[in-house]
């Protein structure tokens, strides 16, 4: 009974990637941060590989492909390179701290989990716990977004929602269509891109990518 | 175009509408005329009078004729203006066109002194605004009626702010369109109670549709808090005394005069027509309103001193009186008293027309003053009596008719009331009767002031010394000002001497809301609402006997006299160097009042000490409601707005969060 | 109907020639009363004729509003003087006007006097007119409320139906009706510029309220206005024996009872003069910020006495 | 066929305004790529007008009235908002704010930013609705930070952010979406087709819908700035370039609000209850009176304009959550309205800051004085989009207010309370604005008013008359969303 195997790995990705998403958000330095999501993006590759090759759904291994390019070397490697040449990479205190955000976390793990029990009853895939942990991924990146007070941690964070978006779409349905997913990822793509420019043009405006510098728009 | 063109013109309606479209047409030839002012002072507005006219005219006709209906091609797609001519409406119109006659053809010699360039601006907004007053008597349904409304509403506030270089003047434009504004979302509401559902909002569907009391009461709340708003009922009145001085005088004689009446056209067709059923507490409330808004307007006016101001406050107060005797007839009719409520209804309409000539005409007669002298602070005018007599004995007329004074239309109104009054033992709740006497001793303690406040507008602008020497170089009004002030004079005394054919005039309107009519008159001559020996009033008989007695002792007099006459100065008390500034000025004229009524103002005096070199005295009576309810508003409002401002932090972080909650507690909310 | 019109003539003239006679005997039972030699009764009527041989003396910037207002006056109280019935109740002219037209008039005449007054924009005519209108606002509407009182009990408004209903009808006691009187009493005092309220011998400016107002007229314009105020006293007599003590008033086309009426109506007149200049005598002349007081309670009197009907009578 | 031009016009004007857009000729060029789309739109919407919805390209575009209605606006007031950035942005080069290669920027990314919105409208496709929601955002992050001014960096960063987020939670929702049809559908591309899930939502699993649903509308709504997740618009509408305001305003928020109707007919069909109604009726209320209080404080006049905007989208939202046939027409109706006339106001405001040189409203007085047109313009367009006759904003407003009391009581009294507030705020802002003195100079150059006097026109025309197949057209729309 092969299946059961894939499934069993399956379930183990799912429970790295919700690990991953922990340690990023109790990853202090940058770099680390940069590192954790690389993997992630490796594990999704992985899973979306495994589940692609256990219900033969072709389409998959693009999906893959794309997440192992973008997702585990061209980002990475261009926000290492964004890093370094900005030379940001000191330790970020969380607006919350560590153990405090933890909690929240499981939590809304937790709360993740019960919310996608009666959803995962009825799906018809081999893979029918992950949607609950994709969801418990989404969220946990939020909390992350909500919590780092730096642009490029920003910007991690939400580039693993995404991350999480994905393996639901994959793990819990054998992937969108793949037009929806290239456009997916187009869009990512450019937005990563766009992302860039703003973190230089912030860094050259305000010499800082503290984000403390920019409450200047509000109601006084 | 349900009817093809062939059809249109057959019915008065489309007359009336007619007359609108001419108005249209006419204000937007102004803006094109822009060049020459004296194309549009001596062709447009009287056109525009003539346009008056000619809808007074179609309101008489309507009055006779059967109801005509008629649905433009304009409006919403399900929903095209539907429009109807009844006798109510025709009314109202007949009200509107004559009082805008005179205002028009005043107001053609009053602009001749205004640049064209603004003055084609305003006679576009002015012709609009006659045209809006027009449609909002016609409309039989609520778009149309609600269009009407806002744009009577918008044009108006364009010409309360002609002179908009002036902060105060602005300050009182916003302030009036605000409160029109939202008075006209309350009427929204209650359109959205009295409408059918899906979207059939015809009047005819909402006099078909029953209703629980619940929602009928509902509604009339809701369209007297609007229509009030509009009225100048206290005390949503706070615009109406900052917002008509404001107004060039004619704008502001077509705003008290008629505007206000098309407030009270609504109540009326809302309480009597729309809604199927009537409660008598409506009545009760309307009543207490009434009194304490006709009261309340009588005491600020007799402490103004800005003339214009003066008379907006009178504004208020006649519509208090509007008001009660509207509260007092749906006291009887929901009683079952159809006759008495068919007198009472007649004293309101009949009142309603006399305050549109009596007020237009003094407010074009303060109109023709500021013209001549640039004043309108009554502390600096006096004497104007023999520099501009045709203006001043004009005005006399307006002044004794609205201070209720016999044989004056003025009068009747307010004689007709206090017998309906009279007939309130006719009812069969104990407690009414016991209130209404008191309601009655209200109303006339009202009339009472009002003749002191008339006595003292009069006496301080017109009578006397002049207050400044300037004034000695004021001007007679330009003919058409004459001749306009006197087409509102000769209304004034018409209705007065001739109120028995007034009120079988009015009898089609009265059947039509009450279902009754009074008794008609036994004679022409002889004016009695109930029964001749119950009350009765021949002002033409009284007119004559006065007149007669007059010219006797005139003649008497001459025989027995010798007619010998000597001028000399007044009796100066052994104090020779008394000057006109040492006339009574008009704070000192209102003081007692002031002194009476203080509890409803907040004075402000200030008095200069004996020894100063220069002494100045300033003095003003503020209304007291601005400060105990507005401004709290005002306050929370802020208050709120600085609480919603606190949300927009500035930090995307708090932003997240917002995000973050809001999805989180729809999950939750959702899935259970 | 022609008795009538006669009857309507004969008691209008009779009240404008009998008015001054009244004055003067109202000043005579003064002087009486305080000890002074009387004047005699008929001294009204030679200031009268000596006003009317006077050359007018007017101010240099009289309107002629000013000239007019004494005619428009008299002519008032001629009117008010004609509905209101002295000795028989049969007045073809009386349907012109009502009660509230009687209020009217009064109104208007007091309303023409006040604007006169300011005319010539001396200090003191505009005070007076002032001080006038003050009394007026109040005393206006509780005379109104006295009328309503009385015409709530006669179901009508009319003056004749009025008295007949309260003279012809079986005799009934009305308590709503005391205390209209005696807010009636107050009212009267104050229209006619009696004491307490003012005191028409008094010629010290800051004081008065009548007298300031015809300050500035003079002969023929005086002696009308001096006319007028004593037809208007006159008429408030009669309008109080007309209300509150109607009988012995002659009935409708009841020729020959006329004479009774007549001699009933001047005693009642005599008595009445009597009692006023007692008043008037006893009593001294209220603060002028008092007035309004004086006269808040007659208004609320009057109130009162329509509520008590309700009450009591209904 | 038309539809490939609708699309394709703007995009390849897009790509040659990138390459060769920096031409002296650029405005011109992109007024005519923007007519040209116009003139597609045109086509298009007769061709619907004509045969009825179709499909087109094997069910990868789906039109029918409601989006063929939406197409025609975004066409028109892209193409005279074009009309109008013409000279302003000219200006703008000239006052030395910009040069050549952010015009470049300019043009070409609002040519794309046309082409993502006509593709999120027409698309069949939810997947492909959301790619181009994204693509929108992307195109318009980069336009409202085209000063590179702190201001304009912050408010494009936070734009970007929030709208990234929502969006990501969007794409959940419909990621959960294809996750319950793929077991009506079967999986593969058609089970995200928007007229495939019409036709089996009833069979759709209700559970997951519902919370589809709500990642949809927050994400969605987002972008829609139903309040509390508006915080972004305040700022990106007041710091971009203004003609990127009148498009974000009146273009983009409606776009959003389309994807949100979209799956709301989809979740009424599968839960059979409410529930999404009472979703919108919810946020639409409190978007309609958080912004009525914000406007009240508010001294930069783009900002209140913005502010305008949610409390406008809130209206509609409630609208359309309401549901039934008069409150979609009217919500339907008041869309149009508000697009036409916000675009129109943002124009006059555009020229009004650029003379006074400051968009704080203290700044800027008289305007009747100095350029009576521009006055009456921005006095107008305000006194339309307060809801006052004969402007169609009333008509819209008439209808849903009403239809509100008669269904809703409840909720009247925050709607009075709110648009009183929001009229005193907003009117009481502008009259000194445009009345009154100043000593600020004439204006040197002719501003381009067409645009502002065109859809004041039309919005006067549309209070007075609705043509009878616009109506008609609006009413099948109405009906498409469950009227």
Not at chain 2, 477 to 488: D, K, N, Q, Y
Not at chain 4, 54 to 76: E, K, Q, R
Not at chain 4, 393 to 399: P, T, Y
């Amino acid at each position: 009974m092969t299946l059961t195997y894939h499934l069993q790995i399956v379930n183990l990705l799912a429970a790295l990637l919700l690990l991953i998403s922990f340690a990023m958000l109790s990853q202090r330095r940058i770099v680390g941060l940069v590192t954790l999501f690389a993997w992630q993006g490796a594990a999704l590759a992985l899973s979306t590989a495994i589940v692609a090759w256990s219900t033969d759904q072709h389409h998959l291994y693009y999906s893959a492909a794309i997440t192992l390019v973008l997702k585990v070397v061209a980002m990475p490697w261009y926000f290492y390179r964004l890093v370094r040449k900005l030379d940001v990479n000191r330790v970020v205190e969380p607006m919350i701290n560590i153990p405090t955000t933890m909690l929240i976390g499981i939590v809304l793990v937790i709360f993740a989990f019960n919310l996608a029990l009666p959803i995962s009853e009825m799906s018809g895939t081999v893979t029918r716990s992950t949607l609950g942990i994709a969801l418990a991924c989404v969220l946990l990146a939020f909390l992350m977004m909500i919590t780092r007070s730096k642009a490029i941690p920003l910007v991690i964070g939400f580039l693993a929602m995404e991350n999480g978006l994905f393996f639901a779409a994959t793990s819990a349905t054998y992937g969108m269509p793949l037009v929806v997913e290239l456009g997916v990822a187009l869009d990512v793509l450019v937005g990563v891109f766009v992302l860039g420019i703003f973190i230089f043009q912030i860094r050259e405006t305000f010499d800082s990518l503290d984000l403390k510098h920019m409450e200047k728009l509000k109601e006084r | 175009m349900t009817n093809g063109f062939s059809s249109y013109f057959a019915d008065p309606v489309q007359w009336a509408w007619a007359g609108v479209m001419f108005w249209l047409v006419l204000g937007f030839a102004a803006l094109l005329l822009q060049g020459s002012q004296r194309l549009l002072t001596r062709l447009v507005f009287p056109l525009g009078a003539l346009g008056a006219l000619a809808i007074a005219g179609v309101g008489v006709a309507g009055m006779l004729l059967p109801v005509s209906t008629v649905v433009l091609p304009i409006g919403l797609p399900d929903l095209p203006f539907h429009l109807r001519l009844d006798a109510l409406s025709a009314f109202f119109m007949v009200l509107l066109g004559g009082a805008a006659f005179g205002i028009t053809v005043y107001a053609s010699g009053y602009f001749r002194s205004m640049a064209a360039g603004p003055l084609a601006l305003l006679a576009l907004w002015y012709h609009l605004f006659l045209a809006g007053m027009v449609t909002v008597l016609l409309a039989d349904d609520a778009y149309a009626f609600m269009v009407a409304w806002e744009v009577m509403a918008l044009s108006s506030y364009f010409l309360v702010t002609t002179d908009h270089k002036i902060p105060e003047i602005r300050r009182a434009g916003f302030l009036y369109l605000l409160i029109a504004h939202v008075g006209a979302i309350s009427l929204l509401l209650t359109f959205g109670v009295l409408q059918g559902g899906h979207g059939d909002y015809t009047f005819d569907t909402m006099r078909l549709a029953e209703r629980t009391p619940f929602w009928a009461s509902a509604a009339y709340l809701l369209a007297l808090f609007g229509f009030g708003a509009k009225a100048g009922l206290v005390p949503m009145h706070v615009w109406l005394p900052e917002a008509h001085p404001a107004a060039p005088s004619p704008v502001s004689a077509l705003m008290s005069g008629v505007m206000l009446k098309t407030a009270i056209y609504g109540l009326l067709r809302v309480t009597f027509d729309l809604l199927n059923i009537q409660i008598g507490w409506w009545g009760t409330l309307a009543l207490a309103l009434g009194l304490i808004t006709a009261l309340y307007g009588v005491i600020f006016a007799a402490v103004q001193s800005d003339m214009k101001r003066l008379l907006a406050w009178s504004s208020i107060e006649n519509i208090g009186i509007l008001l009660a005797a509207f509260g007092l007839t749906l006291i009887f009719y929901t009683d079952g008293k159809g006759a008495l409520a068919a007198l009472t209804l007649t004293a309101m309409l009949y009142h309603a027309l006399n305050h549109a000539f009596f007020k237009g005409l003094l407010f074009v007669g303060t109109g023709s003053v500021l013209h001549a002298t640039g004043e309108r602070n009554m502390g600096r005018l006096g004497g104007l009596m023999r520099f501009m007599p045709w203006t001043a004995w004009l005005t006399l007329v307006g002044a004794l008719a609205i201070a209720g004074l016999p044989p004056l239309n003025g009068f009747v109104s307010e004689w007709l009331l206090l017998q309906a009054f009279l007939l309130t033992p006719g009812l069969t709740q104990p407690y009414l009767n016991m209130v209404i006497p008191v309601a009655a001793a209200i109303v006339a303690l009202a009339a009472a002031l009002a003749a002191y406040v008339m006595v003292k507008f009069y006496g301080v602008v017109f009578l006397g010394q002049p207050r400044d020497p300037a004034l000695h170089h004021a001007h007679e009004a330009s003919w058409p000002e004459r001749l306009g002030m006197l087409w509102l004079a000769a209304g004034c005394v018409l209705l007065g001497l001739f109120p028995t054919q007034v009120i079988v005039w009015l009898e089609p309107v009265v059947r039509m809301l009450t279902g009754q009519t009074l008794p008609s008159g036994s004679s022409w001559l002889l004016l009695t609402p109930v029964s001749a020996e119950r009350a009765s009033y021949a002002p033409l008989i009284f007119f004559a006997v006065v007149v007669g007695v007059l010219l006797l002792t005139i003649l008497w007099v001459r025989r027995v006299y010798h007619g010998r006459v000597r001028r000399s100065d007044p009796w100066d008390c052994g104090y020779p160097e008394q000057d006109a500034r040492m006339q009574d000025s008009a704070e000192g004229f209102g003081q007692p009042i002031r002194q009476i009524f203080e509890i409803f103002m907040r004075v402000e005096r200030e008095t200069p000490d004996p020894f100063s070199r220069s002494p100045r005295y300033h003095g003003a009576s503020l209304d007291k409601l601005w400060f105990i309810l507005y401004e709290p508003i005002a306050r929370v409002a802020g208050w709120l707005s600085e609480q919603a401002g606190r949300l927009q932090h500035g930090r995307i972080q708090w932003y997240l969060i917002y995000s973050f909650a809001t999805l989180i507690f729809l999950l939750v909310f959702t899935t259970r | 109907m022609s008795t009538g019109i006669l009857l309507q003539l004969a008691q209008t003239l009779l009240a404008i020639l009998l008015a001054p006679l009244l004055m003067g005997w109202v000043n005579q039972c003064r002087a009486w009363l305080q000890g002074r030699s009387a004047p005699p009764i008929t001294q009204p009527y030679r200031t009268l004729k000596k006003l009317f041989h006077k050359d007018a003396v007017i101010a240099h910037h009289a309107s002629p509003l000013f000239r007019f207002a004494p005619y428009m006056i008299f002519a008032c109280m001629a009117l008010a003087a004609g509905i209101v019935p002295t000795i028989a109740n049969d007045l073809p002219f009386s349907p012109a006007a009502d009660v509230i037209a009687l209020v009217g008039i009064f109104a208007l005449a007091r309303v023409f006097l006040a604007l006169a007054a300011m005319d010539i924009g001396s200090a003191f005519g505009t005070l007076g007119a002032r001080r006038e209108m003050l009394v007026s606002f109040l005393a206006e509407p509780a005379l109104l409320m006295v009328f309503f009182t009385a015409s709530l009990i006669s179901q009508s408004t009319q003056l004749p139906i009025i008295v007949q209903t309260l003279a012809h009808r079986e005799f009934a006691i009305y308590p709503s009706l005391a205390f209209a009187a005696v807010a009636f009493w107050m009212i009267s005092v104050a229209e006619n510029a009696r004491i307490p309220v003012d005191n028409p011998s008094t010629h010290l400016e800051l004081t008065m309220i009548h007298e300031a107002m015809i300050l500035e007229y003079s002969a023929r314009h005086l002696a009308l206005i001096e006319w007028a105020v004593a037809l208007k006293l006159f008429t408030y007599s009669a309008l109080g024996v007309a209300l509150f003590l109607p009988w012995g008033i002659a009935a409708q086309g009841d020729v020959a009872a006329l004479p009774l009426a007549l001699l009933a109506m001047v005693a009642k007149l005599l008595l009445g003069g009597a009692v006023l200049a007692f008043l008037e005598t006893i009593s001294a002349k209220v603060r002028l910020f008092r007035a309004p007081e004086f006269l808040g309670t007659a208004f609320l009197l009057a109130v009162l006495g329509m509520l008590i009907h309700f009450l009591l009578e209904v | 066929m038309e539809i490939y031009w609708l699309l394709g016009i703007p995009l390849t004007g897009g790509i040659f305004l990138a390459l060769w857009g920096c031409r002296k000729h650029a405005p011109e060029i992109n007024a005519l790529v923007s007519f040209l789309t116009l003139l597609a739109a045109a086509l298009l919407t007769h061709r619907i007008i004509d045969q009825g919805p179709m499909m087109v390209g094997a069910g990868w575009f789906f039109i029918d009235s409601f989006n063929v209605f939406l197409v025609a606006l975004t066409a028109f007031v892209a193409f005279t908002t074009a009309l109008f950035s013409r000279p302003y942005m000219r200006i703008e080069q000239e006052h030395g704010k910009l040069n050549a290669q952010r015009l470049r920027l300019y043009h070409s990314s609002y040519q794309i930013f046309i082409a993502a919105m006509l593709l999120a409208l027409t698309t069949n496709n939810m997947g492909i609705l959301w790619v181009a929601m994204e693509a929108a955002t992307l195109a318009t992050v980069l336009l409202v930070s085209l000063y590179r001014t702190p201001a304009s960096l912050e408010a494009a960063w936070k734009y970007f952010i929030l709208c990234g987020v929502g969006i990501a939670l969007a794409l959940f929702g419909t990621i959960l979406l294809y996750f319950a049809a793929e077991k009506v559908l079967g999986s593969g591309g058609t089970a995200l087709l928007w007229t495939h899930l019409n036709g089996v939502k009833a069979q759709l699993e209700p559970t997951v819908l519902s919370l589809a649903f709500v990642f949809l509308l927050v994400g969605y709504g987002t972008k829609v700035g139903l309040a509390p997740l508006h915080s972004w618009l305040p700022d990106a509408h007041a710091e971009g370039p203004t003609p990127v305001s009148a498009v974000l305003s009146g273009l983009l928020l409606n776009v959003a609000l389309y994807a949100v109707m979209r799956s709301k007919v989809l979740v009424d069909g599968a839960l059979g209850n409410d529930m999404a109604g009472n979703l919108m009726m919810g946020f639409g209320l409190l978007s309609v009176v958080l912004a009525a209080f914000l406007i009240k404080r508010q001294t930069d006049v783009k900002r209140m304009f913005a502010y305008s905007s949610i409390e406008h989208m809130g209206l509609i939202t409630f609208a359309f959550g309401m549901g039934g046939a008069v409150a979609n027409f009217a919500a339907l109706l008041h869309m149009t309205m508000h697009s036409l006339t916000k675009s129109a106001i943002f124009f006059a405001v555009g020229h009004a800051t650029q003379k006074a040189g400051t968009q704080l409203m203290d700044g800027i007085r008289g305007l009747i004085k100095t350029n009576p047109t521009i006055g009456w313009g921005l006095m107008l367009g305000t006194v339309a989009i307060l809801g006052v006759p004969p402007f169609g904003v009333f008509a819209s407003e008439f209808l849903i207010i009403t239809t509100a009391m008669h269904e809703h009581p409840w909720a009247t009294p925050f709607l009075l309370l709110a648009l009183g507030v929001a009229f005193a705020s907003i009117f009481g802002k502008v009259q000194p604005m445009v009345f009154g003195e100043t000593e600020l100079p004439k204006l040197p150059y002719q501003p381009a008013l067409t645009p502002v006097f065109l859809h004041l026109g039309l919005v006067l025309m549309l209070g007075l008359f609705i043509p009878p197949y616009l109506a008609a057209w609006y009413r099948q729309a109405a009906q498409l969303l469950g009227g």
